[in-house]
């Protein structure tokens, strides 16, 4: 997860992103690779998680 941070004029936003992955156990290989990214943005006093 990775997360980053951003503001001016007095709007904040955050951005985390989710980098998700199902490995098959028996070979190690990679089956499903996905990134999703989630954004909020507000005011600096509405923003929180």
Known sequence: MLENRASARGVQQTSYIF???????????AVWEEEKTITKQG???SIGF
């Open 19 to 29: 980098q998700l992955s199902l490995t098959e156990v028996k070979t190690g290989l």
């Open 43 to 45: 005011s600096r006093n």
